[in-house]
């Protein structure tokens, strides 16, 4: 008989809602880089996955607003946690994409 201790996997999915983006879209628009990318997000709801256009949110970018999504809907989220989100982009055609994120340092950062 062997015996394997593990860790229960506390991995939230979520799926972005309207309202998730115009709240990012509400906390970045006046952030230098962020203002084209906001206010893309602003009209159409979904993040501009398009390399060169001048509203594409990059990796990092889309991790920064999770960020800012994540502490609104779950402000006391534990050291930790992680997330794997679905957001709406836009890269040509109107699909999704996934995220997944974890809260370390109380930062939510790239997993």
Avoid at 74 to 80: G, M
Wanted: charged share 20%; aromatic share 12%.
């Amino acid at each position: 008989m062997t015996m394997v201790f593990g860790f229960r996997d506390n991995t939230i999915r979520y799926t972005l809602e309207p309202t998730d983006y115009d709240f990012a879209a509400a906390a970045l628009l006046n952030e230098p880089g962020f203002e084209a990318p906001a206010a893309s997000v602003a009209n159409y709801g979904n993040f501009d996955r398009r390399v060169g256009n001048s509203a594409y949110w990059s990796d990092d970018m889309v991790v920064t607003a999770l960020g800012i999504i994540l502490n609104n809907i779950d402000p006391s989220a534990s050291e930790e946690q992680k997330y794997i989100v679905t957001v709406d982009i836009y890269n040509g055609s109107n699909t999704t994409e996934d995220f997944s994120v974890i809260k370390t340092g109380g930062e939510w950062v790239a997993n």
